[in-house]
C-alpha cells in the first residue's frame, strides 16, 4: 500500500525549513487521495492560509512516508512514536515539532476525528535552551 501523501523535497524542505517559501511547490495531482481531498477541504472550511495548507500538507506526507501507510490506518502510539522520533532521534528544532504536531492534531481532531488522549494535552515540554 502506497503513502496517501506524496512526497517531494520541496515538500521535505518545507517542513525542516530549509528552502524558501516561493520554492515550496506541493504537488498536486488527479490521483489525489480521498483522505487528502477531505483534509484540504477541512483546512480551507477551517479559514488557514494556503502556506499553511502546504505546511500541514507536508508534515503529514512525511508522517506517512515515515510509516510507509495511510494516516488514516496509524494508532495513536504509532503517532506518538513518531513525534517521540522527531524529538530524541532526529531532534528536530522546536518550530519544526511543534508544526508537525498542529498538522497532526488538526488532521486527527477534523479530518478524521479520533478521541485520543494524545490531542488532549494542551502542550509538550521541550527542554530549553541554557542560553538567556
Same mark, same amino acid.
Given at each position: 500500500?502506497? &503513502? ?8 521535505? !524542505? ?8 516561493d520554492?515550496? !511547490?506541493?504537488?498536486e ?5 480521498? *483522505? ?8 480551507? *472550511?477551517?479559514?488557514? +492560509? ?7 500538507? +507536508? ?6 512516508? /515515515? ?29 519544526? /515539532?511543534?508544526?508537525?504536531? /498542529?498538522?497532526?492534531?488538526f *488532521? ?8 485520543? &488522549?494524545? *490531542?488532549?494535552?494542551?502542550?509538550? +515540554? ?7
Amino acid at each position: 500500500m502506497g &503513502a496517501a501523501y506524496p512526497v517531494d523535497d520541496g515538500c521535505a !524542505a518545507i517542513i525542516i525549513g530549509i528552502v524558501a517559501r516561493d520554492r515550496v !511547490a506541493l504537488q498536486e495531482s488527479a490521483d489525489m487521495t480521498p *483522505l487528502r481531498c477531505k483534509m484540504i477541504e477541512d483546512m480551507r *472550511l477551517a479559514g488557514l +492560509c494556503e502556506g499553511t495548507q502546504r505546511t500541514y500538507q +507536508c508534515a503529514i506526507a512525511l508522517l506517512a512516508k /515515515f510509516y510507509k501507510r495511510s494516516p488514516e490506518l496509524l494508532t495513536e502510539e504509532q503517532v506518538t512514536a513518531y513525534l517521540r522520533d522527531m524529538l530524541e532521534r532526529r531532534k528536530v528544532a522546536r518550530g519544526t /515539532f511543534q508544526t508537525a504536531r /498542529f498538522a497532526i492534531q488538526f *488532521l486527527y481532531q477534523n479530518t478524521l476525528p479520533r478521541d485520543w &488522549a494524545l *490531542l488532549k494535552k494542551r502542550s509538550v +515540554c521541550l527542554p530549553r535552551s541554557a542560553c538567556p
